[in-house]
Each structure stands twice: as C-alpha cells, then as structure tokens.
C-alpha cells in the first residue's frame, strides 16, 4: 500500500478533539491485530519539490548509532535535501556502546534551523531529558521545525521538552513507562505515531521504516521508494521477536537483563 | 522459522562440489518464489559461550555507514564479544555522502586477527577493490579468520581479495555485474548466500539481516533473538520497492540516476 493523499487529510479540533486514525501498513508486516502506524491530527504538506529541506539529527553522548544513521542513509537519496548533525559541542560523541564515535558537523550554537528535527534515543535519553543546553535547543528547534521526529527513547528527549503532553506517542518498548511519565499516551502496538507534525518511532531500526514514511510526506511516495531502492530496503528478518508483544518470555527477560546492562555503560 | 542444526549439516566436495541449498526463510518475507538466503558448503561451528569473540569492521572513506551500522548495533547485544573498527590509518573515515565520519578504534597495523571480519559497501568499493593496503590486510585476516562477511559491495573488496573466486555471491544490485567480473557466481535474488565460511549480504541494509543470521550462528538462535529484541527489528516499511527484481521500472531508473551521483562524490 503506497501513502494516498487522503491519509494525510486534516481532523479538524487540534489535541483537544484527536481523533485516532490507527492505519495497518501493509509492506512487509505480517497479518496482525496491532497497527503499525497511528496519525492523529493535522499532518504538515508536503515541501515543493524546488523548496530545500533541511535536516538536522541531533547527536549526544550514550546514544545509540543505529538510531541516527538509519534515518541518515535513507535520507542521503532525497533529492533537494541536506543534514546536518547536531551536538552540544563540536566534539565528536561516543555512541553507547563507547566504542564508535560520531563527528557533529555542527554544534547547538551554529547550527541551522531545521525543517525536519530527527532525535535519536539511547541509553542516556533518559539523562538528556533533564539536560538543559539539549532542552533549550530542541525546544527553540522544534518550535520553528515543520516536522519533529524521534527514534527509539528519543521520544524521552521531546518529553523533556514538552513536545508530547497530551499525545499519542511510542518509543522503544523498555521506556514506555518513562514516556507516560511525560504526559504521552504510549502506543507500544505502533511502529510510527503521528500526531499532527510530531512522528515518534518505536526501537532503534523503526528510525528505518519512520524515515521511509516520512520521505513520503515529505516529497512524495516515489521519493521514498527511490530512497527504499537505493539501501535495499527489502527486510527479511531470519527470526520473529523483533517486537516485545509477541516475543518469547526468555527472549524479554535476556533482553531486558543486557539492556539494564547498556543503561549503566 | 529459526535455524536448525540441520542448516549447517556439511556437504562433502568442499568447493568444486559446492550443491545449491537454497533455503527461503520466513520471518517477515512475504511469500515470493525466490529465496532469501542461500547456503553452501560447510559451515564453521558455533563458539562455545564461554569463548570469546573477536569482530573487525572495516572503515574506509567512501563507505556507506549504515552497511557497517546496523550489523555493529545488532553484535553490541551479544555476550563476550568485542569489536574494533579498523582502518589503513587512525584519522576519521569520510562516510560516502560526506558528512558523516568515522572513527576508527585500530589501524590495520594494530588489529587483533579477528574470528569475524565484516567489510561493508559504499560508492567506493569498486576503487578500494583494488587498494593494495586494503587488499593484503583482508587478505591475512580473512585467512585466519571463522568467518569472512560482507554487506552490499563489500563483496567487491572480497573479490578483490580473491575470496569469492567460483563462490555463489551477492551484493548491492547495482554492482551484481561487477561482482560476476571477480569470478563469483551472482545471486540476485538471495538476500544472504554462504559459501563455506564466506558470507555475503544484499545492499546495505541487508546487513541487519546477515547479522541478525550470522549471530544465530556465532552463538545460537537465543542470542539472535535477544539481540532482536534489543533493536526492536521487527520492520514494517510502509512500500514495497526496496528488491530490484520486484521494483517498479521509474523507481529502478531514479534509483540508478541517484547511486551514479553517488560514485561521482
């Protein structure tokens, strides 16, 4: 199923009157009773195709790689587009595991103002979303930004600043607590949540399939299928317990005992 | 579906003997007529869990980041085992779009022999195919190593190494002819082949899938699955156009138009 226009058709009454609008993504999802995309609210237009958008992934100690570079590569096909990649200072940052380090482009203090404001999650969301200097700017960011999207505990980060009191949101399954905390309304069952321009996405790869979605609502389907072309972005998982609802009990709880492990790193 | 002992039963005849095991997998793969991963040959044994593992990802300017990133993200989650990034030299590896670097944790120089030894894609492979610095580190590690992986056109630097000479291969399918040029035999439409102890993975986010698998076989299904869980892979991509063998014609034509640029970069 390709995006049509009437997804993105306006529901009139802002947060107060959401209306859900759970919407199953075909693709590669098996048959399931859950959603994998839920919009809610008013969805930004999408750019002209002349119009440049500009990107700008947010990148902190303790984050996760694989949040930040998977919407990246995505986006390295769009036409017309540009990104840079944000931090606090212009040193480059670890990513959790400590060992792989990512050089910013820019810091909170030169950087552009995005159209598109990507924060990607990790083990030390949580702490950054207590962070002032991250808060002021993603505040100020999203603020002015068409659309503001997080992958994984990013959504702890747009928490923090306030950006998800009162709506429909997900995040990687270990903190759906932590995003209740926030105001939110967790929606562990779906894989991207739009409610008006805000998109969350669930654990680490969903950046993947957010990314894709969101290049459609940018430019268009076919620029996404062009960017879905251009990685091969044809999944075939050898296994079946990506998602924490249908897992096995032993794979949540080794799951859970490395990820409490992550957190300490 | 998860891997069964079965699966890596030795086939006698060693290369000049090779017999076609192709096995579709299920996981997420929509019921399609050609396979999704391949299998050939013998297979190393798994490590014993109180073994460790010793992992090296080739960096080199030019790569595509997500071909190193998603398999490195997915390996972070299995116990006792470490990896190093290694390059020719200590100074940050230019990603292919050109922003984003880097950083390498060793030089070819000071590496450990790793068990597995990972070369990932990028625009810059086919020149890198022919590096000689490249070609005889690869060489030796690959010698020594358990297994030997590539993801998209890593599979070039393979070649270039001799190591998928009369070998069933994939890669990138933008480059499947180049790969038919170092004497392996194309596998367009696997999305994972082992030959032996040689694997080779599909474009760029084939990697997560290979090692997803590859992991599966290191340390078991449980671990595969747990690791699964952590990054949340449970992919949901809202089209369908990331296989070229199924992709719509415009989209083969703008994706070649946009990878051509890429090499030019």
């Known amino acids: 199923m390709t995006a049509k226009p009437s997804r993105r058709t306006a529901i009139t009454g802002g947060l107060a009157g959401l209306v859900a609008l759970p919407m199953a993504i075909s693709g590669c999802s098996s048959a399931e009773a859950t959603s994998h995309i839920e919009e809610h ?3 930004p237009q999408p750019f002209a195709p002349s119009a440049p958008i500009k990107v700008a992934i947010v990148l902190y100690d303790g984050m996760t790689a694989l949040d930040a570079i998977g919407p990246y590569d995505l986006m390295n096909y769009v036409p017309n587009l540009t990104m840079q990649f944000v931090a606090i200072s212009a040193d480059p940052v670890r990513t959790d595991s400590g060992l792989l380090a990512l050089t910013p482009t820019n810091t909170f203090a030169d950087a552009d103002q995005p159209d598109v404001l990507l924060v990607p999650g990790g083990p030390s969301a949580a702490t950054m979303s207590k962070n002032p200097e991250m808060l002021r700017w993603v505040q100020g960011a999203a603020g002015e930004a068409t659309w503001v999207v997080s992958v994984c505990t990013g959504a702890l980060i747009l928490g923090g600043a306030q950006l998800l009191e009162g709506r429909p949101a997900t995040t990687h ?4 607590d932590a995003l209740a905390g ?11 949540v739009r409610s008006d321009n805000v998109v969350t996405a669930a654990g680490v790869s969903a950046g993947l399939d957010a990314a894709l979605w969101l290049i ?3 430019r268009g389907v076919d620029a996404a299928e062009t960017a879905q072309l251009c990685i091969e972005y044809d ?4 296994f079946d317990n990506g998602h924490y609802g249908s897992a096995k009990e032993a794979t949540r709880a080794d799951a859970k005992a490395l990820l409490a492990h992550a957190l300490k790193r």
């Open 41 to 43: 609210g008013v969805a």
């Open 173 to 176: 399954w270990i903190a759906m």
């Open 182 to 192: 926030f105001g939110a309304q967790p929606r562990p069952d779906s894989r991207i």
């Open 216 to 218: 459609s609502m940018l």
């Open 235 to 238: 999944p075939q998982p050898p």
